[in-house]
C-alpha cells in the first residue's frame, strides 16, 4: 500500500511540474511533446510470444508506443539498442524512432531516454511507469521529443504474463559464464588454440553481452566497446603463430611412429598462420612447400624416412634390390612380411629384434639365425600378414622371430 501511495505522489509531481495546463486521468497515458500536453484517448499493453511488452497510447490520429525485452520492473535505456524502443507516429503517418539515428548534420549520437516500469498488478494485469525520449524520423533529419510521460494502470488486453521474466541479473551472469568459457579456450596452458573453439566461444560471448545491452542497458557503451573489441571472432596473428611455433617443436621431434601426425598438425597450423597473418615475403609457404607428410606406399614409414643414404633423394634408396625403391615398396626387406606388420613399439616405431642393428622392417632374417625370414613359413597364406606364421615349438613367438 505504502509503495503505491508514493508512486502515486511521484505521479502527481511529475504531471503537475510541467504546467496547470497538464491534468491527470486514472487510468492515463500523456506526457508533454515538444512542450505541450500530448494526451491519449485509447491505451493497451501487449506482451508478444518472447516476452517482450508493448505499452500503446493512441488518439484519434497519433500514437506512442513503448516496447521493452522483458515483462519486469526496471529502468530500460532507449537510444541504444534496437529492442527497447520508443516510437512516435504523427498525424501524417510519418513514424518517429528512437532506433532511427540522427543525420549527422543533426547529432552525431543518438539521444538517450528511458522506459521506466515502476509498478506491475499482475492481479489487475496492469502496468505502471514513465516514458521520455528523443526519436527521429527515417530520414535522421528530423525528430519529436517527449518529457514527463506517464502511463498509469494500463492495461494488458493481448498475451499472458511470463512465469519466469528475463531480468538483468539473470544475463549478467549468463555472460559471465560465457566469458569464462571463452578465457578457457585460450588459456595460457594450452597446447594448442583450437580456432574453432574460439570462434563459437567468443560467438557466444558476443551474443551474451547483446542480451546483456538488451536488459541492462548500455548507457556509457561499455558492453558494445567489448563486443566490438571482439571483432570478428577470429583469433590473433599472435595466438596463429604461437600454434604455429609449438607444432614446430613437435614436428622437428617426431619420430616414424608419429611423424605423419606431427607433420600433418605442423602444416596445418602454418596454412592457419598465413590465413591470419599473411605471408609478405613467402617464408611461409616456403616452409610448407618444403614439407613431406606422405607415405607413398602406406606401409607405416613416412617418406621422409626412407632416404637412408641420406643423400636427399628418395629414389636410389632400395634395400632389398628388387628395383622398387623404398618409399613405393611396401616390403622394403622383401622377407615376404610386409613393412606395416613387421615389429613395432606401442608407439609405431621399428623394433630390432636381433640386436644385430638393423630394424625388422629392413633385416631380411628379423631373428638373426642365418635363415632368412620368408624361408621361415612367416607368411604361410602369402598374403604379408605374419599372424598365420609358424610356431614349430608353439610358445606363441613365430620361429622367424626365435632365434
Do not use: H
Not at 95 to 106: A, G, I, L, Q
Not at 176 to 204: G, K, P
Not at 340 to 358: H, I, R, S
Not at 380 to 385: E, F, T
Request: proline letters at 3%.
Amino acid at each position: 500500500m505504502m509503495k503505491k501511495l508514493i508512486l502515486l505522489s511521484l505521479v502527481f509531481l511529475t504531471v503537475f511540474s510541467c504546467g496547470d495546463e497538464v491534468q491527470f486521468n486514472t487510468p492515463a497515458f500523456q506526457g508533454d511533446r515538444e512542450n505541450e500536453l500530448w494526451r491519449a484517448k485509447g491505451f493497451s499493453a501487449s506482451i508478444d510470444v518472447n516476452g517482450f511488452l508493448t505499452i500503446t497510447g493512441t488518439n484519434a490520429v497519433e500514437a506512442v508506443k513503448l516496447t521493452v525485452p522483458s515483462v519486469i520492473e526496471s529502468t530500460f535505456i532507449v537510444g541504444d539498442i534496437d529492442v527497447i524502443e520508443a516510437q512516435y507516429v504523427d498525424a501524417f503517418g510519418t513514424t518517429y524512432s528512437t532506433t532511427n539515428e540522427p543525420d549527422e548534420s543533426v547529432s552525431i549520437y543518438p539521444e538517450l531516454g528511458e522506459i521506466v516500469i515502476e509498478e506491475i498488478d499482475v492481479v489487475n494485469g496492469t502496468f505502471t511507469g514513465t516514458y521520455r525520449f528523443l526519436a527521429f524520423d527515417a530520414s535522421g533529419l528530423n525528430s519529436v521529443g517527449f518529457t514527463n510521460g506517464i502511463f498509469y494502470k494500463v492495461p494488458l488486453i493481448s498475451g499472458e504474463f511470463p512465469t519466469d521474466p528475463i531480468t538483468c541479473m539473470d544475463v549478467t551472469v549468463a555472460a559471465d559464464v560465457a566469458l569464462s568459457a571463452y578465457e578457457a579456450t585460450y588459456a595460457s596452458d594450452l597446447e594448442f588454440v583450437d580456432s574453432d573453439a574460439f570462434a563459437a566461444a567468443c560467438s557466444a560471448y558476443a551474443n551474451a553481452l547483446t542480451e546483456q545491452r538488451t536488459f541492462c542497458g548500455d548507457s556509457d557503451g561499455s558492453l558494445q566497446a567489448i563486443i566490438d573489441d571482439l571483432g570478428d571472432c577470429q583469433i590473433s596473428c599472435e595466438i596463429a603463430t604461437a600454434n604455429m611455433e609449438e607444432a614446430n617443436s613437435q614436428y622437428v621431434t617426431a619420430t616414424i611412429g608419429n611423424y605423419s601426425e606431427k607433420c600433418a598438425q605442423y602444416l596445418f597450423y602454418l596454412q592457419e598462420q598465413i590465413e591470419i597473418c599473411g605471408d609478405v615475403d613467402g617464408s611461409i609457404q616456403a616452409e610448407i612447400d618444403g614439407l613431406d607428410c606422405g607415405d607413398t606406399d602406406g606401409d607405416g614409414v613416412p617418406d621422409a624416412y626412407e632416404d637412408f643414404n641420406g643423400d636427399g633423394d628418395i629414389e636410389n634408396d632400395d634395400t632389398d634390390a628388387d628395383g622398387i625403391p623404398n618409399y613405393m615398396d611396401n616390403d622394403d626387406d622383401g622377407d615376404g612380411v610386409l613393412t606395416q606388420y613387421e615389429a613395432k613399439d606401442e608407439d609405431g616405431n621399428p623394433l630390432d629384434t636381433d640386436g644385430d642393428g638393423d630394424v625388422d622392417y629392413l633385416d631380411n632374417d628379423d631373428d638373426g639365425d642365418t635363415l632368412l625370414t620368408i624361408n621361415e613359413n612367416a607368411d604361410p597364406n602369402g598374403d604379408g600378414n605374419p599372424d598365420d606364421a609358424l610356431d614349430t615349438d608353439g610358445d606363441g613367438v613365430p620361429d622367424y622371430l626365435q632365434a
